[in-house]
C-alpha cells in the first residue's frame, strides 16, 4: 500500500483533509492540479462572516487550520452584529489573496506524513464495493486504504460569459474531464451546479468620495484560540459601501437575454445559489427593492484588484462595462479582470452517512463544493470531518459525528446528508435552531474535548481548556457569593441600575441588562481573563434562554439516540405515504431524530415507523 488516505483536490477542504489525516498520524498524499492554487481564493477575498465566521472557530477549537492561517493573513476584521445577542455575532476578516494561500502551503509542507503531488485524477480504484486508491489520467494507479475527494468547482467545469461557455476551471485552469463521468458510473448519482464571481477592478480608477468607508474594529480579534494577533489595529485596509442604481437595474433589464443564466446559452443546467444570487437575479426576483447594496473590497496588499462583493454576473463583456460605470464613483473604473459564471458537476449528498463516508463504496469520503456547499469556510469544516473520519476508520475507532447542538459543523452535515440540496448549499444563522448554544465565544468550550480525544489538540492546548472552565466555575461561585447592599446604593446609582433595599448578589445584578460585568470587576476577589469575564456574563444574562434551548435539545436527543437498524425494510410498513417511503429508503436515516428532520417525512409516518420498530421489526 502506498499511502493510506489520498486526498483529491488542494482547496479549503482538501488542505483541512489532508492536514487532519496527516497529523492524526496517517501516510497521506494531496494530490492537486496545480500547487499554486493551494488554499486559493477565486471567489470573496474574505473568511468567516454571518454562522461562518463560528465555522472557523469550530474549526480552530477541533485542531484544524483555518483560523490559524486567517488571523497570519487578514487585512481588516471586525465582529458583525456586535450590537446584537450573541448568537448572531461572528467575525469577518478580509484576507490577502497572496499571503492565505501561501502560509497554508508552508503548513502542508512542514508536516510529517504529508506528500504533495501535482496531476489530475480521473477514477477511482474500486474492489468488493471498497475504494483501494486512485487512477491519475496518465494512467498511473496509486493505491490507498481511503480515498477523500475534494474536487471544488473543478468536474466537468464550464466557464460561462454571456454566450460563451469554455470547459475550464477557475482561472483558466484545465478542469477535470473524466471523474465525474466515472463516479456516476461507480453508481453516484451526479448533480449540476453553478456559482459566480464579480468582475474585479482597478483600485486607483475608483472614486472613493462617493462610497461610504468602512473600517475594521478598533478591538483586537483572532479567529484562533491560540494565536496572539498578528495585525497592526490601526493600519487595516478599508472596504466601501456603494448602491445600485436605476441605470443599473435599466442595463441589466435591457440586456437579459445576454447572460449565460437568462438565454444567451440554453443548456445551461446547473442551479446557482440562492444565498448569493448574480446581479441578474436580485434585479429579477426583487423587483420592488430600487437598490441592492454592494461592497468593494481589496483582494490584496500585493497587487490592485477591487472586488465588487455582490456584482456576480455573467453578462458579456460589454455590458459588463456599462454596468461596472453605472455604479457611484465607478464611472470610470477599469476592469481587470471580467465577471464569469462556472457551472460544475457534484454528488447529491443524500448519498453520504453523517461521516461524510459514502453509501455506496466503503473508505471513500467526500468534502466540499463536490457535496453541494458554496463558501470556503463550509469546505473546510466538511474537510477536517472527513479527514478526521477517514482516520478514525484506519484506526477502527467510530466516526467523529457532531450533533446539531454541538456545532454547526453538525447543522452543516446533517442539513446535507438528511434533505440533500437544491442550489449550493450555505450556512445560515437561522439553520441551526440552538444557534444560542452555538456561538463564536464557547466553540472551544463545546469541540475541544473532541479535538484532544482524536489527537488534534495537545495537552498543553487541553490543559488551557481545562483552566478556563476551572476559571469560569470560579468566577460564577464568586459572583454568587459577593454581595451589594443597600447601603452602597450609590454605586448602583453610579453604574445607572436601581437602587436594593436588601443585598443582591452580584450574580443577581449581572441579570440585569444595563449592568455590564466591567462595572463589577474590581470587586472580585482574582483576576480574570476577558475571555472568562465575556463567557461568564453571557451564561448569567441568558441563562433562562440557553437553558430553554439546552431542555430542547435534550428531548431531540432521546429521538436521536432512538436508533434504526441498517436493514431495516420501509416496504414492509404499508401504512407509510409513498414520498415518505421513497426519502426514507433514499436517505436512510439512523435516527428516529434524523427521520424526522427529512423533508417529505411526517410525525404520521414517524408514529408509523415507531411502532414498526417496536412490534413488527425482525418478527417477519
Known sequence: MEYEIIVVGGGHAGCEAALASARMGHKTLLVTGNIKNIADMPCNPSIGGSAKGIVVREIDALGGEMGKNADKSLIQIKMLNSGKGPAVQALRAQVDKTVYPREMLKTLKSTENLTILEGLVKDILVRDSTVQGIVMEDDREISSLAVILTT???MNADILIGSERRRQGPHGEKPSNYLSDNLAK???????LKTGTPPRIVKDSIDYSKAKREDGDMIYHTFSFETKP???????????LIYT????HKIIHENLNKSSMYGALDDVKGIGPRYCPSIEDKVVRFANKEKHQLFLEPESLYYDDIYIQGFSTSMPRDVQEKMVHSLP???NAKILKYAYAIEYDSIYPTQLKQSLETKLINNLYSAGQINGTSGYEEAACQGLIAGINASLRLQGKEPLILKRDEAYIGVLIDD???KGIRDPYRLLTSRAEYRLLLRHDNADLRLREYGYKIGLINEKKYNQLLLKKEGIKQLISELKELKVVPAENDFLKRIGTKEVKDGISLYNLLKRP??????????LKHDYSNAILEQVMIMIKYEGYINKALREAEKMLALENKK?????NYDAMHNLASEARQKLKEVRPTSLGQALRISGVNPADISILMIYLKRDYHHE
Open 152 to 154: 471544488g468547482t473543478y
Open 186 to 192: 461507480h453508481g453516484f448519482e451526479i448533480k449540476r
Open 230 to 240: 498578528f495585525y497592526d489595529i490601526n493600519n487595516q485596509e478599508p472596504c466601501y
Open 245 to 248: 442604481t436605476d441605470l443599473t
Open 329 to 331: 464613483g465607478l464611472e
Open 416 to 418: 446535507l446528508v438528511t
Open 514 to 523: 444595563e449592568v455590564k460585568i466591567d462595572f463589577l470587576i474590581k470587586r
Open 564 to 568: 434504526i437498524p441498517d436493514d431495516v
